[in-house]
């Protein structure tokens, strides 16, 4: 009899108004070893909501999952919801917090200015800068991909990621509970989520693996994807047997 090497499930979660090409590298590098869909994040203005609809779209029992920013929050929500069917769990430039007052407040002015300046000026003159690690330019094509997901998702889907994000309950209370093989990965140069919250991760879930990757900012994935490929592959070849 021959040995078949089965593929992992792996849903990879994107970040807000991003879509499976901000995870194109990962999705190549890994497609060999690992049956990977990525989901959409339109179906409601609630963290939880949307949380549920991943689960209903995600078609395997058990599965391992990985999450970018907003894709994290997520990743962390499954978890909460549903940690029978997680084998694995990869945190990348995320928050495990609940959103800062200021930040709350902020919200409604994001989706105001959006729909002031329409998707492509609102990506590629709001958001695209934030992404690069602090002091370094922003990268042309990466600008490019961040308005095209952008337009791609539109007003509504950001006016209703904002509100979820805005309103999203704490999940630092249950970090402790989980108890899959973690990875928690950032760039050291991260301005939207700094470091200090991946430490605060990795040092509240119990055996997780903390990568910091140097020079690299909000988008890890797509500004140093052979360390994320890599960082993902030792993730997938942890035994998932507690």
Do not use: K
């Not at 869909?37 to 909501?49: F, G, Q």
């Amino acid at each position: 009899m021959h040995n078949v090497t089965r593929r992992q499930p792996l849903l990879l979660i994107p970040g807000t108004l991003c879509d499976e090409r901000l995870w194109a590298p990962q999705v190549e590098a890994l497609e060999g070893r690992a049956d990977i869909r990525v989901p959409r994040l339109d179906a409601s203005d609630d963290l939880e909501a949307l949380a549920r609809d991943i689960l209903d779209q995600t078609p395997w029992p058990r599965f391992s999952v990985a999450g970018l920013s907003m894709g994290g929050i997520l990743a962390l929500a499954l978890m909460r919801l549903a940690p029978e069917r997680i084998e694995r769990l990869a945190l990348l430039d995320t928050n495990p917090f609940a959103e800062a007052p200021e930040r709350r407040a902020q919200r409604a002015d994001d989706i105001a200015q959006a729909e002031a300046l329409g998707m492509a000026r609102y990506a590629g003159e709001v958001l695209a800068p934030l992404y690069p690690a602090e002091g370094a330019a922003v990268d042309p094509e990466h600008s490019a991909l961040v308005v095209a997901m952008a337009e791609r998702g539109g007003l509504e889907t950001f006016r209703r990621q904002a509100i979820a994000l805005r309103d999203r309950p704490d999940g630092s209370a249950a970090l402790a509970s989980i108890s899959v093989p973690t990875l928690v990965l950032c760039g050291d140069g991260d301005r939207l989520c700094p470091v200090s919250r991946h430490t605060y991760l990795a040092d509240h879930i119990p055996g997780a693996e903390l990568v910091i990757l140097e020079g690299v900012g909000h988008l890890s994935t797509l500004q140093a994807p052979e360390a994320v490929n890599q960082a993902l592959a030792h993730w997938l070849e942890r035994s998932s047997t507690p």
